[in-house]
């Protein structure tokens, strides 16, 4: 009979041979290779979230499965980065599959929240109370090949968004766009105008969360090829007039900080940045560009289809899970119904947006 334990361990005390087995578990899956679900982000999290934790699942000491959380107060759980990660999971050899409250139990959980599960990810896909659309552009076939069906789907689109670029070249001058931007003034000034997008549209500010900074700029100077950040500028007289700073594997890039400088706004920056980006990340061997869950009238344009995702969260029985179901399933309750009327949701986008404007003044 063969011999399982748990060991819970912080992400810095995994050692390369761990990482190995991690990505070659991965490897065998059949989901995309998406970078937050990469040990190189659990670890670059580890640094800046003193709670994360990586259950390693042995048999007979082998590893069959990784398991990367954060442990907060009475034991409440959360994935990887929660708040900032785009897929969320572990890593499981094909064919295991361990009972997911005996896992709580071995991490010392009381409950583990999610709000981005991957898809394939069945070991939690019964505790899922959401179903969300995540949507992807396919670069598998070359920009060339998008670029046609893009503009076959959206012509005027496409169009309008070229014109706005020679508009903003003849206006402004010359427009120059750098894919992998290692200037850490770009990645400042990205940073500034997306809090300001945040408070101005009366949402959180990330990056008023120092961990959250810190992490972006760890990533920003990683070289790990598996999962490092990738800085994308758009100049116009040699000033950045938008910029995104996102997270990629060799073939997946997941988008994930985009804004651009007000300003410039006329010109629809951010859309003629995503238009090169998608151009520069093909031919960098890019397959799949992720655009993530959040609802934006542009990913509709760009899109080829959707991925499923998932939000919800395993609760064990006692204290712990009782107090998170007490002060989170209402949150998540209130959110499923406001999405799910589309009036509702666009009032509630205005009125967060007014606010915004309110505290600005």
């Known amino acids: 009979m063969s011999e399982k334990r748990i060991d819970v361990v912080r992400p810095g005390e995994l050692g390369a041979d761990d ?48 398991f990367p959380h954060e442990r907060g107060l009475a034991g409440r759980g959360r994935a990887i980065g929660l708040g900032v990660s785009d897929s969320q999971g572990m890593a499981l050899r094909v064919g295991v599959r361990p009972d997911v409250h005996a896992l709580l139990r071995a991490c010392a959980l009381s409950s583990w929240e999610f709000d981005s599960l991957e898809a394939g990810q069945d070991l939690f896909l019964p505790h899922a109370t959401e179903e969300l659309a995540s949507p992807v552009v396919d670069l598998g076939d070359g ?37 992998d931007d290692p200037d850490p003034g770009a990645l400042r000034a990205l940073m500034r105008w997306k809090s300001a997008q945040y408070r101005r549209t009366g949402r959180r500010d990330r990056f008023a969360q120092a961990w959250i900074t810190r992490l972006v700029e760890l990533l920003a100077r990683s070289d790990d090829p598996e999962c490092r950040g990738v800085l994308s500028v758009l100049y116009a007289a040699g000033r950045p007039v938008a910029a995104h700073f996102g997270l990629r594997s060799p073939t997946v890039l997941s988008w994930w900080f985009p804004a651009y400088d007000r300003a410039y706004g006329k010109y629809s920056p951010g859309l ?33 289809r959707d991925l499923r995702v998932n939000a919800g969260a395993v609760v064990g029985p006692g204290p712990g899970g009782a107090l998170y179901r007490l002060g989170r399933e209402p949150v998540r309750a209130a959110r499923r119904f406001v999405r799910d009327r589309p009036g509702l949701a666009r009032a509630a986008a205005r009125t967060l947006e007014e606010l915004g404007r309110l505290r600005e003044r």
């Not at 999290?45 to 990784?66: H, K, N, Q, S």
């Not at 960098?284 to 344009?301: C, F, M, T």
Request: glycine fraction near 8%; charge should be positive.
């Open 272 to 304: 003629l940045l995503l238009l090169r980006m998608l151009d520069a990340a093909a031919a960098d061997g890019i397959e799949l560009v992720d655009l993530g869950s959040g609802p934006a009238r542009y990913k509709e344009s760009f899109k080829t």
């Open 19 to 66: 990482r190995k087995m991690w990505r070659e578990i991965r490897a065998a899956s059949a989901a995309p290779a998406n970078p937050f679900m990469d040990p190189a982000f659990t670890a670059a999290v580890g640094r800046v979230r003193p709670g994360a934790r990586v259950a390693v699942l042995r048999e007979d000491g082998f590893p069959i499965g990784y």
């Open 143 to 179: 920009y060339e090949r998008y670029a046609q069906d893009l503009r076959r789907s959206s012509p005027g689109f496409v169009k309008q968004t070229l014109a706005k670029e020679r508009k903003l070249a003849r206006q402004v001058g010359e427009v120059r766009f750098v894919y």
